[in-house]
């Protein structure tokens, strides 16, 4: 899929834009602050309904105006679906070929769009918390039914934890939240399970072409219920039926360190997930510049998966990754995001930093004005 072009108004500094887009690579440049990043938030906006620097919707829209517009024109294989999102500071609006679209889910999953900021590439030392929900989308992107469990998931955790919190909790409240549980949770884990059963062959092989040759990498899941990792890719990973097993059995034998701790023990919301590079933990033993491609090569990883098992080539966002990479393995990026098909947006201080000759489409970025080159 690639977008055909996009409309902006009022969105952050971005007061009217409209741009024609190449179905390759759409290269950004500017010095900063000039709203190269704000471009790609749009795009990122029409496709998750909510910006990619904090969630407040006000945010987004341009100081002193009331409310922003977006729109784009998708094109997948040729049929062509237009997505507007009128923004304004307590609600969002969107509509598909000009219809409303009232529910979330149904909107998400049209634009498959694959994001790289550089607070990515500290991915590894991030807190659990950000790591899930970079996992939690990738799985989104595959397979958007998979946000549905999820916000099921959430809202249970919320209320047994409200529980647990009682002053005098209602065990058999809590027992049946467990049962309400676990069916979603298992579908969680299962869920994550076998994405990255899926996406471990293209991370093996994208780190060691475009990064590092002499190395071996492997996601790994790290379920609260089990000390060791399960590592994909490599020999057989532990069976889903005895990680799901695993979980029930601690889920049922926790409830008196649950009570005691007022917090739910263990569960999807818990779990973490990461790297092995040659045998160890990344997180403790990979370079800096290890991690930093590790974090690229996730993403490029995500965009062949997509390919691979669902047919789907999502649109890719890079903001600024030029400033992340040494020479050498940003020429080979370079070089490997060029013979890949998916359409690319990068933002860049120097064109320079863009070393391929054939660029599709290059616009320069001034004060909340984009021009075409
Ligand atoms: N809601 C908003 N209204 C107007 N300007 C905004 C808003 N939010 C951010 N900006 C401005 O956008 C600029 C930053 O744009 P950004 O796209 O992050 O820059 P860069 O080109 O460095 O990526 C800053 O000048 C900032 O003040
Ligand atoms: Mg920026």
């Not at 999953?109 to 590894?124: E, K, W």
Request: contains cysteine; proline residues 4%; neutral net charge.
């Amino acid at each position: 899929m690639f977008l055909e072009s996009i409309d902006i108004k009022h969105f952050r500094n971005l007061t009217d834009i409209h741009l024609e887009f190449s179905p390759g690579f759409n290269v950004f440049y500017g010095a900063n602050a000039q709203g190269k990043s704000n471009l790609l938030e749009a795009i990122y906006t029409l496709a998750f309904l909510k910006g990619f620097r904090g969630d407040r919707l006000p945010d987004l829209i341009e100081f002193d105006a009331s409310g922003a517009q977006l729109s784009t024109l998708l094109n997948r294989e040729g049929a062509k679906t237009r997505l507007s999102l009128a923004l304004e500071s307590h609600t969002r609006h969107a509509y598909i070929d000009g219809s409303p679209c009232t529910r979330a889910r149904d909107y998400m999953g049209i634009l498959r769009a694959i994001l790289f900021i550089p607070m990515d590439v500290s991915i590894q030392q991030a807190a659990p918390q950000l790591r899930r929900t970079w996992l939690d989308k990738m799985v989104f992107n595959l397979k958007p039914a998979y946000l549905l469990d999820l916000e099921q998931y959430q809202k249970l955790v919320k209320q047994k934890s409200a529980a647990l919190r009682c002053e005098h909790p209602d065990t058999a409240l809590l027992d049946v939240y467990d049962a309400q549980i676990f069916p979603v949770a298992s579908r969680l884990i299962e869920a994550r399970y076998q994405y990255l059963q899926l996406l471990a062959p293209h991370i093996t092989r994208v780190f060691s072409k475009i990064f590092d040759e002499s190395f071996d990498c492997f996601p790994v899941y790290k379920s609260a219920t089990r000390t060791e990792n399960i590592v994909f890719g490599k020999d057989m990973p532990t069976p889903l039926q005895a990680v799901l097993e695993g979980y029930r059995n601690h889920q049922s034998g926790a409830r008196h360190k649950e009570l005691a701790r007022q917090q739910i023990a263990s569960g999807p919301h818990r779990d973490d997930w990461g790297f092995e590079l040659n045998g160890r933990h990344a997180r403790y033993y990979a370079s800096q510049g290890q991690q930093r491609a590790m974090s690229l090569a996730i993403k490029i990883a995500e965009i062949e998966c997509l390919k691979q098992e669902a047919g789907i080539e999502p649109v890719f966002l890079l903001d600024d990754v030029s400033s992340e990479l040494d020479p050498v393995r940003h020429k080979r990026l370079f070089e490997y995001l060029n013979a890949i098909s998916a359409q690319t947006f990068l933002t860049t201080t120097s064109r320079h930093h863009v070393p391929i000759e054939n660029v599709a489409h290059i616009f320069r970025v001034e004060n909340g004005r984009i021009t075409s080159e």
